[in-house]
Each structure stands twice: as structure tokens, then as C-alpha cells.
């Protein structure tokens, strides 16, 4: 049971060039999200899904993008990196949002992606 | 809108000290409150969780108690182990949203 897979774990870029990290769950959870954790500053919600083809801007959405075209997928996309986006991402999902049983509400993370932007 | 204020760190502490990491909050309706851990070089996992006013999480010899009144969740255990050494993550997720909003992070060092 792999859970939430990220790739890259490590990426280092230049100003203004593009990438996109991916995220794949095979736990079949409906709910999946995108977050930035920076040193002394806790995570960040860049985006999230409520389920595929449904996407919505978190906390800090500028600069990112993502599409849901699948219930595995979530892939980032990062269009003109700058160095304001070199941090650790995240991504994580769930079965539900709220309520729900025991436990469904609850988020699995990914062992995150480290992005370096020179 | 819904903030998680957690004690600023780091932590430093010998094998077997009593621990307590604060956590108070602010949020509309009825939040579910979460401590996740971050171990060196991992994602977050969920530590313990409580849905509702008075509930108490547990796991791994680690509580946290949900107090209405005073908007807390303080995690805690008696006796810390070198290998508790992490990062706690204070969190919670309002009534009405899917959203998870995290506390800053405590980084926690036990010593043997």
C-alpha cells in the first residue's frame, strides 16, 4: 500500500523556469492538497480538490497551478519559478473533508518534495 | 478566520521528562483538533485527533485534551523517549471547511 507518492523528492531550479511536482494516491480518497511548508512558518495550503475535475485556490495559490483530470492525480505546476517558491511541498489527501467516520477525515501526507529556485 | 497558535520551540529535553507542547486556537462552529508529528526527513502523521468538547486523543504514550472553554489542545506525555524527537504539529479543521490549518511547529529534542 504506497499511500501518497511525490516525485521529485529533491529539484533545484533557475528563475523562470517551469516544472510540475507530482502526487498520486492509490487509497482512492476523494480529497487531495497541495502545501508549502517553510522553516519556522508551519504549512501553507497552496490548493485542493474536492475530487476530479473540482480544484480550488488555498491560502497561497500565486504562482502555482494544478489540474485534477483523475482521482489518483494531483500534480503542481509551477509556471515561472522565483526564489520566493524555494520550500518543501507537500501533498496529502483524504477520504472525506469533514465528518465521516472514524477517521476519514484524516490526512495522509507524502514524504514532500524539497524545490531549491537559484 | 480559523488560526492554531502552538509554543514556540525548540523543545530540549532528557530521556523520561514530563513533556506539555501548548496549543490554543481560534475557529467558527465546531472544530476537529489534530497533532500531527514530523520526523526528520518524513511527511507529517497523525498523531491523535479529537472531534468534540472534552474528547481526549491518544496514542503512543501521548494525550491531548479538547477544552472547549479555554480553545486549547495541549499534547502531552510523561515520559519523552530520544526517539520523540520530531517536530508537533498543533491542527485543526473548522465545521464548515475541508481545510486543514496548521500551527507553526514545535521542534522537539530528547536527549539521552
Known amino acids: 500500500n504506497a499511500g501518497v507518492t511525490q516525485t521529485p523528492k529533491f529539484r533545484i531550479l533557475k528563475i523562470g523556469q517551469s516544472m510540475t511536482l507530482q502526487c498520486t494516491q492509490d487509497?482512492?480518497?476523494?480529497?487531495m492538497y497541495w502545501y508549502r511548508q517553510d522553516p519556522g512558518m508551519g504549512l501553507k495550503l497552496i490548493y485542493y480538490?474536492?475530487?476530479?475535475?473540482?480544484?480550488d485556490k488555498g491560502e497561497v495559490p500565486n504562482g502555482y497551478n494544478v489540474s485534477r483530470s483523475t482521482t489518483e492525480d494531483f500534480p503542481l505546476r509551477l509556471e515561472l519559478a522565483a526564489p520566493s517558491q524555494t520550500s518543501v511541498y507537500f501533498c496529502?489527501?483524504?477520504?472525506?473533508?469533514?465528518?465521516?467516520?472514524?477517521?476519514?477525515?484524516?490526512?495522509?501526507f507524502g514524504a514532500g518534495s524539497r524545490l531549491t529556485v537559484l | 478566520g480559523d488560526s492554531v497558535t502552538q509554543m514556540e520551540g525548540p523543545v530540549t529535553l532528557s530521556e523520561e521528562a514530563f513533556l506539555t507542547i501548548n496549543c490554543t486556537y481560534t475557529a467558527t462552529g465546531y472544530p476537529s483538533l489534530f497533532w500531527y508529528v514530523q520526523y526528520p526527513g518524513e511527511g507529517l502523521q497523525l498523531l491523535l485527533k479529537?472531534?468534540?468538547?472534552?474528547d481526549k486523543g491518544s496514542n503512543k504514550g501521548f494525550e491531548a485534551t479538547y477544552r472547549k472553554e479555554t480553545t486549547s489542545f495541549h499534547l502531552e506525555k510523561g515520559s519523552v523517549q530520544v526517539s520523540d524527537s520530531a517536530v508537533y504539529f498543533c491542527?485543526?479543521?473548522?465545521?464548515?471547511?475541508?481545510?486543514?490549518?496548521f500551527g507553526k511547529g514545535t521542534l522537539l529534542t530528547v536527549n539521552p
Open positions: 480538490s474536492v475530487g476530479a475535475g473540482i480544484t
Open positions: 491542527a485543526l479543521r473548522g465545521g464548515s471547511n475541508y481545510k486543514l490549518t
Open positions: 479529537a472531534t468534540k468538547a472534552d
Open positions: 496529502a489527501s483524504s477520504l472525506t473533508g469533514t465528518g465521516g467516520s472514524t477517521g476519514a477525515n484524516v490526512l495522509t
Open positions: 487509497m482512492n480518497h476523494n480529497y
